[in-house]
């Protein structure tokens, strides 16, 4: 199984500054047809998971341009170009090359300072 | 607009079952494979099976192979799980997916207890 590990596991932010998480798996995301299947989702205390990113750049339908994700191979990052209160949550990676099992980060727990 | 909402969860006793289903709407269903994803209270989120498009192909994780099972109907547009030998370990928040994990149910709250 392919292991996501996501870095830090807690993120405090000052409100307008940029924030960056880290993901890196265990063997390389690059599937056989040239894609590279590496979701990142938002979990807004209370919420569903939302994805915001796909393929590991693209952004979902109404997502904020402040996040962008890039990445190859094995190491990958989300970043918010600045925070604002309503990116409060916890986010988390996830590959969908190897599967299954499809397999998330930890997760990481984005808070304002 | 696209609608995942997920029903049947609640309060079981050890080695009891449940039968979660997930009621679809605003897209065609049977185009879509679909998944469940579980998050134990103030844990991650963790894969728990995939069935594809017309449900004749299913795959489940490891920790809930041979006491669940998916299913679904697309003529009535739902997903089932159908949870077996419940454990305490199963408690969780389970969530109905579709596709690629684009769109998320508002999920139904399993609890295993005696």
């Known amino acids: 199984d392919v292991v996501m590990t996501q870095s830090p596991l807690s993120l405090p932010v000052t409100l307008g500054q940029p924030a960056s998480i880290s993901c890196r798996s265990s063997q390389s995301l690059v599937h056989s047809d040239g894609n590279t299947y590496l979701n990142w989702f938002q979990q807004r205390p209370g919420q569903s998971p939302r994805r915001l990113i796909y393929?590991?750049?693209n952004r979902d339908s109404g997502v904020p341009d402040r996040f962008s994700g890039s990445g190859s191979g094995t190491d990958f990052t989300l970043k918010i170009s600045r925070v604002e209160a309503e990116d409060v949550g916890v986010y988390y990676c996830?590959?969908?090359?190897?599967?299954?099992?499809?397999?998330f980060g930890q997760g990481t727990k984005v808070e304002i300072k | 607009e696209v609608q995942l909402v997920e029903s049947g969860g609640g309060l079981v006793q050890p080695g009891g079952s449940l039968r979660l289903s997930c009621a679809a709407s605003g897209f065609t269903f049977s185009n879509y494979w679909m998944t469940w994803v579980r998050q134990a209270p103030g844990k991650g989120l963790v894969w728990v099976s995939h069935i594809n498009r017309d449900g004749t192909s299913t795959t489940y994780a490891d920790s809930v192979k041979g006491r669940f099972a998916i299913s679904r109907d697309n003529a009535k547009n739902t997903l089932y799980l159908q949870v077996n030998s419940l454990r305490a370990e199963d408690t969780a928040v389970y969530y109905c997916?579709?596709?690629?994990?684009?769109?998320w149910g508002q999920g139904t709250l399993v609890t295993v207890s005696s």
């Open positions: 393929k590991v750049s």
């Open positions: 996830m590959q969908a090359t190897h599967w299954p099992p499809w397999t």
């Open positions: 997916v579709r596709g690629a994990f684009d769109y």
